[in-house]
């Protein structure tokens, strides 16, 4: 059964600057709590999670002018997965970051969404540190 | 040297279940004695009917309103209070050997501790225990049970049920004789199942400590919380087909189904398989489908379970004796929630604040060094109840942040202090559906209004009298003539109900 969970933060960081980790394919791990690891190659990036677990993913889009990031996960117990990272300028210098999660197992919606949760918060902890470069490079 | 504690906790398990309360097909000597010789409560509540909110109330001593663990699958923070800190902070030696279950257990990412530690190879400590040995239903996850079966008894892990299905959904499978959904044949040897494992594991960690010192600790046996797979060596103490029908399931369809639709809409529409409003329940089992000798394998397998439970605590009891402790012991028994088990034609558990869920199995044996009379206490109590009444055994000041008050001792000691009410709360959100009850028992009556949701727009309710409708067959909701009676308990309630936190804590799993 298919499931959807979406999670979003207000970011008192412009848009640009928050895009630049938050679309870098290859600096999840920087904010994503329980991602140890991830090293992309084309359109396909490979997670390590904190239990120790290899998760292969395809990119499947990376558009820097809409600044939506969006991949699906390829493991064989998940049948379909879309993630969708939306950051959108709220002309303030502050953005709203949206994170949805589509997932068949519904189950796996929840434990996925769960951690897109805590990604927000520890891109929203970056992000506001004061003096921050918005490199993501504290980790 | 002070009184220890030894607090006992099952899931899933019903209050009837117990020779004291009244059952009669598990025996229960060792808990009966418990009880003959200590204090029987016979109107306990849990403050939630599923675990996680449960057993965070448990170590807390905080309704699940304000501890934040508002269903299945919020982690409670690590920074939550807890009794077992509390108690250590006062010179006691602290364990938790079993279930926990304060934070989730699908954790692909490895983000919670309670998880980390069997990976790791280490025992805590976590939330105030120095030694967290960590067990759940089955051989699956990443807990100390699992990964010893794992290294020891390869051969036993796939011998269980799996409790969840391909989809991680709960497993609809049937299985034994009869086909009953998460009844199964467990080969496994009965020493290397998980009751066994987790009183061991007590008796080992007990056996460390200095004689000297004071402790504290959780047993929590992971059963008779389905899959209802005991070692398959045991299951010929009770034969199903001598299993009497339980008095909450009716046999008469017609008249079953006219019940069920007296109560708020989503016990039919779950009965019949259009509405599964939880997770907690298999989502592709109809209960309509629930046959009578389905309930009676289940039934028997259930108090096979019991009794095994039963016979681990009598052998941690004789390793207490065996130290010399058992005089100044204090033993605590209860279980997270109950289950329907064929109420209503009705299994597992949900959004139901009946009995078969909400009244418990509550003992406590104070050390005999207090010379605490034996008492029956009728009055209402509740889980919140069970730290503050470990700070008291300990001759520790109760912390402000505890919502229960220690726990009576006999019926007269339960007026003078005000023991009038238990709140049960149930919230749950899940895939656009979302199910809200606030329940209050009290005087006799247990009431029940649901606040708007999917299935309900907030004018449903029960109301059910004790004394002269313990089956709760009969919704009183909207009798007339006791208008006045659940205008008053509605008041009360709401008068006493913990604000809930906010924001409200996101779900990070299903469990």
Known sequence: MYGTIRHEIRIKRPAADVWALAGDATRLHHWFPGIVDCTVNGTTRVITTGAGLPMPEEILVCDNTQRRFQYRLNTPMIT????TIDVIDLADDTCLVVYSTECD????????????????????????????TGDGGDH | MGRRILFITTDQQRYDTLGCNGGTLARTPVVDALAADGIRYERAHPQSVVCMPSRSTMITGQHPSTHGVWMNGVPLPESAPSVAEVLRDSGYRTAIIGKPHFEPFLDPFGRFAENSFARNGTFGPHRGFEHFESATHGAMGPLHYARWLAATHPEAVGMFYPVLDHALEVNAMGGGDTGAPQAHVNTIPREWYHTDWVADRTISWLDSLPVDDDWFCWMSFPDPHHPWDPPAGEVGRINWRDVDLPAGYIEDRAERERVLDAKPRHYRAWYDGRLVSNYEAPLNWVPATLTPDQIREINALN????????????????????????????????????????????????????DGLMRLPFIWRPAPSSTTPAAVVTKPVGHVDLAPTFCAIAGVEVPSWMEGKPLPVNDTDADARGFERVLTEWDSELFGVGVH?????????????????????GSEGELYNMSDDPLQRVNRWDDPSLAAVRSDLLADLWDHQPTMVSPLPIVHAPV
């Open chain 1, 80 to 83: 379909h997965h879309r993630g």
């Open chain 2, 303 to 354: 108090a096979v379970e019991c009794e095994l439970i039963d016979e681990a605590i009598g052998r941690v009891l004789a390793a207490i004796a065996t130290r010399g402790w058992t005089d100044d012991v204090d033993v605590v028994f209860t279980t997270d929630h109950g289950e329907l088990q064929g109420d209503f034609g009705l299994m597992f558990k949900g959004p139901y604040h009946v």
């Open chain 1, 105 to 132: 197992p519904r189950s796996m919606a929840l434990v996925i969404g769960g951690g897109t949760a805590d990604a927000l918060t520890e891109l929203q902890r970056q992000m506001e540190l004061p003096n921050d």
């Open chain 2, 437 to 457: 009850l606030r329940t209050s028992t009290r005087d006799g009556w247990v009431c029940t209004t649901y606040l708007p949701g999917f299935a309900h727009d």
